[in-house]
């Protein structure tokens, strides 16, 4: 397709107390003669930032689960002539494209437009992240980057699971130009290996392999390094 961090500060001694208190009254239990199991004590002493990576896992998967099962669901994983897709007719606030030419599929109107972002909106809200202030273009998800996750600019960064990934294919420097208005494509990770900075990515408005053929949601292996390519990703939140 083409057209696409703050950190909480809490005192550590605030965010553990509830944790404290909950590990004294399970062991002041335990002493009167109640049973202290291992799980139970474990639960008790589980720090706020062990639930928050918890979540945050919890939130790649669903992703990337979500992202899989386009791939094969037909008829919404191909798009029609004049880039009449489902994912532009699901979108919402505000609407992508137009009707078009586009016809009505299994009793829903289609409609047309450059739908890379809308596929990636979709999977992450039906997913839980957060997608509000992005819109059909690509680069909407690097203007939105402050509310909807975190930003991270291509280079030593490990890409995740779940991460929205930013192209730019024009030139030979990939190029976030003025506020992502570069930004040409976008995807979806759902594997990373760091030896060969092969990143696997499912994608809508897409080909199969390389350019030619039908255009839809396809499973991809992209490089994280190639010049040209990736400009950045952007890690969701709940």
């Not at 979500?66 to 489902?86: H, I, M, T």
């Not at 273009?137 to 930003?151: H, L, N, Q």
């Not at 990515?201 to 390519?229: F, H, L, M, P, S």
Request: glycine content about 12%.
């Amino acid at each position: 397709m083409s057209s696409t961090i703050k950190t909480d500060t809490t005192k550590p001694a605030t965010a553990g107390a509830p944790a404290r208190r909950a590990a004294a009254l399970l062991l002041i239990s335990a002493l009167a003669g109640g049973a202290l199991t291992a799980e139970a004590a474990s639960a008790a002493t589980a720090s706020p930032r062990s639930s928050s990576a918890a979540a945050a896992v919890s939130l790649q998967t669903a992703i990337k689960t979500k992202a899989q099962q386009q791939v094969n669901l037909s008829p919404r994983n191909r798009e029609r002539a004049g880039n009449c897709n489902y994912y532009s007719a699901v979108a919402t606030a505000p609407k992508s494209g137009s009707v078009g030419n586009c016809k009505k599929v299994g009793g829903l109107q289609w409609r047309t437009n450059n739908w890379c972002a809308d596929f990636v909106r979709y999977v992450w809200k039906n997913a839980g992240a957060r997608q509000k202030g992005t819109d059909a273009f690509a680069g909407s998800f690097y203007r939105a980057r402050k509310s909807i996750g975190t930003w991270h600019a291509r280079g030593s960064y490990v890409p995740k699971v779940g991460d929205a990934v930013l192209y730019d294919w024009d030139g030979g420097t990939p190029s976030l130009g003025n506020n992502g208005w570069d930004v040409d494509h976008i995807g979806i990770v759902i594997g990373y290996n760091p030896k060969t900075k092969a990143l696997t990515t499912i994608e809508g408005n897409t080909t199969k392999k390389g350019n030619g053929g039908t255009e839809g949601v396809y499973q991809r292996t992209r490089y994280n390094t190639k010049a040209g390519d990736v400009v950045g990703y952007v890690t969701p939140k709940k």
